[in-house]
């Protein structure tokens, strides 16, 4: 994207696209086509769609994330990267990849045990905090038994 001062018609595209707006509805009241607003957001690094043979049109769309990497997402999958194109591309590949393996349901994960507090999910800060308080628990457990045994209720 350029520092330059978007187009007004941009900036309302944008502005109501964000607000949750349906293309088929800006495009009606503004008298532009959906093809159009498609192009808006693709030009401002928001979104577009993906055509490819053998899948449905696909929505994506690309925004940086607060730790500073850019999340593509659509059709059900994100992905990560350093620049925007990159996220599109590592997207685009595992949709495509997904599109040619025959329609099966996917397994669930089990769900992931509680009592074990996982550093590679937390942030660099938290980790600490979670050790303290996973050490504190069963003091703190034991502390309200005895409070129930002293009938102090």
Do not use: Y
Not at 14 to 29: V, W
Not at 31 to 51: A, D, F, M
Not at 125 to 144: E, F, I
């Amino acid at each position: 994207m350029t520092n330059k001062p978007m187009p007004s018609r941009d900036a309302q595209v944008i502005a109501r696209t964000l607000a949750g707006e349906s293309a088929a509805s800006i495009a009606e009241d503004m008298h532009i086509s959906k093809g159009r607003i498609s192009q808006i957001l693709v030009r401002n690094g928001l979104g577009g769609r993906l055509k490819h043979p053998g899948l449905s049109c696909i929505q994506w769309s690309v925004r940086q994330t607060v730790s500073g990497s850019w999340l593509c997402s659509g059709g059900g999958q994100s992905r990560l990267a350093g620049t925007p194109q990159a996220a599109f591309e590592l997207w685009k590949a595992d949709l495509l990849g997904q599109s040619t393996k025959t329609a099966q349901p996917q397994v669930a994960t089990p769900p992931r045990t509680p009592s074990k507090p996982d550093a590679l999910r937390l942030p660099a800060g938290m980790l600490h905090l979670a050790q303290r308080a996973a050490a504190a628990q069963p003091r703190l457990m034991n502390m309200g038994s005895r409070v129930r045994e002293g009938g102090v209720l």
